[in-house]
């Protein structure tokens, strides 16, 4: 028999990374808020890959951190190996990655919401939702407990009408062999939300003790430990070893000869799956001039033996599996303990959503991680901060925060999913970035901190912190200015051995630090007014420096787009009854219904001209609304 058991002004359903993240936001921000998951002991979980951060998702967790969440924090405090990728390149792709001791993860995660003000966990399946007449959401859940919210934030991740498929053999399920979302899902579609199928997967873990190491390259972590968060007060593990094996031709000729039973190529599978994290099938079959595929092998934690086969995703048979495995040097014995599996859940179309990532057509409404569309941990997390935070505000009868391209990854993150939609599931790159050398991971707090102090995520200790950070780094961009490097035959030797050009009298050091070939590091035993700074600061004034020119042109740009930003369209304009608008552009515009002539013109199937014939008609409405 059903029952009412609470209200709550936000209620979150899922308890993965996107769903911490929007219920924390929204606790911390001041609204009574519960957490719903069908298992309170996989709070956090991390059913794929045991590591956060990596191109460009490096970028978003600092990001996230500079806004008050959580995911920052928690990967230093349960990092086993900390790595920055693509130090070959500039500084606008260096980004941050960690491998991660899942299951203290996981824990860390849910003490922390347990803990938090404002914030119940509860362990529940929701089976129906329902928005009543007054506008409030009701929630119910399998036992029948009925819970009312004036906002819901959907995290459901892989879980909504989750099936997994290994060979033949599929079943509903979500990751990780816990129970899938399946009578939610058809609740959602009774409302009205339309969803639609896609499809992730995950490799084997297999025994430690079962991998013979002497075939294998070591991959320490980087002697310089790179935070996520500046959280001083505790030093992160970079203690563990992750290796590196290789495919084969013999590993290919197994997969190719057994394709015909993957449930991929014999369309069992129907969901789409990510382009860019494929299956060793997909790979085989898509690049097969490849006589090799590289293959991290990465610890799951300190205190299991299990490790993680990064780039052996698969859902072939588990003989098969097993066939392969066995053709991998170091694993020719190794002992599978959790075998790989694919699977296909529910998700919306994110063009349905506004820059809020609140639902156009239901109000309160909210949808974060991979239910929009997206894959990957930070993503997730990215979104279901933003989530929380609107529909906090959303509560309180504030404006939405929503965050710009040119503020941050997590800005293009949303405005992707919202503006262009997705036909796969999204990951963030640092190429989906036009303004990525002014959007670094090492300026993520500069950028967005005073957001979070603002929202109240930030406290003012943090915040002091980082405006004494940027004003050393401004302080030291002066000195470099002012300070002159007397000619030596020492300083000159350096010079000729990094192959530029000697000088023949006094430089100013930011003359010398703007040449490719020098750095603060090799400048050092000749610059006698260096001060007693860490070498953070060194590192972002030398960025600063090195692409000034470079970052002026991108402010520059930023600038013009924020001035299209500016013009505002109205929620409720009728595109279809504005003349001179192509009839491809009235559709996309009214199914998207843009925030404003920048978002507009981002949109796929809207040309230039279409956006000239939306400026003459806000200019003529705005006419007419001034007489």
Partial sequence: MEYFAQHYQVA???????????????????????????????????PCNPAIGGTSKGHLVREIDALGGEMGIAADRNMIQSRMLNLGKGPAVHSPRAQIDRRNYSAYMKNVIESQENL????????????????????????EAIYTANAVVLATGTFLGGRVYVGDV?????????????ELSCSLKALGIETR????????????????????EVQHGDEKLVRFSDDQSFTPDNSSVCYITYTNEETRDVILDNLDRSPLYSGKIEGIGPRYCPSIEDKVVRFKEKKRHQIFIEPCGKNTQEMYLQGLSSSLPEDVQLKFLHTIPGLEHCQVTRTAYAIEYDCIDPLSLKASLEFLDFPGLFGAG????????????????????NAALKVQGKAPFILDRASSYIGTLIDDLVTKGCNEPYRMMTSRSEYRL???????????????????LVSRERYDRMLHKQE?????????????IHVSNALNEVLVSRETSPVDGGIKLIDLIKRPQLNYALLKPFDSTRPDIPEEIFDLAETEIKYAGYIDRQESQIHEMRRLEKKLL??????????????????????????NIGQAGRISGVSPADISVLLIYLEKEQGRAGK
Wanted: contains cysteine; charged residues 25%.
């Fill in 370 to 389: 991979q239910f929009n569309g997206s894959s990957g941990y930070e993503e997730a997390a990215a979104q279901g901060l933003i989530a929380g935070i």
């Fill in 438 to 456: 002014v959007l670094r991971q090492d300026n993520a707090d500069q950028r967005l901190m005073k957001y979070g102090f603002e929202l109240g």
């Fill in 197 to 216: 199928r896609f499809k992730t997967g995950t490799p084997s873990r297999v025994n430690k003790r079962s991998i013979d190491f002497s075939q294998l």
């Fill in 170 to 182: 599929s079943y509903a399920s979500g990751p990780d062999g816990l129970f899938p979302a399946t």
């Fill in 120 to 143: 119940d966990l509860r362990q529940a399946e929701i089976v129906d939702l329902q928005m009543k007449d007054d506008g409030i959401w009701q929630l119910k859940t399998k036992l």
């Fill in 570 to 595: 109205p929620e409720d304009i009728n595109y279809t009854n504005i003349e001179g608008l192509r009839l491809e552009a009235r559709e996309k515009l009214q199914k998207i219904r843009p925030a």
């Fill in 12 to 46: 979150v359903i899922g308890a993965g990374h996107a769903g911490i993240e929007a219920a924390l936001a929204a606790a911390r921000l001041g609204c009574s808020t519960c957490i719903f998951t069908i298992s309170a002991d996989w709070v956090g979980n991390m």
């Fill in 472 to 484: 050393l780094v401004k302080q030291e961009i002066a000195r470099a200015k002012s300070t002159t």
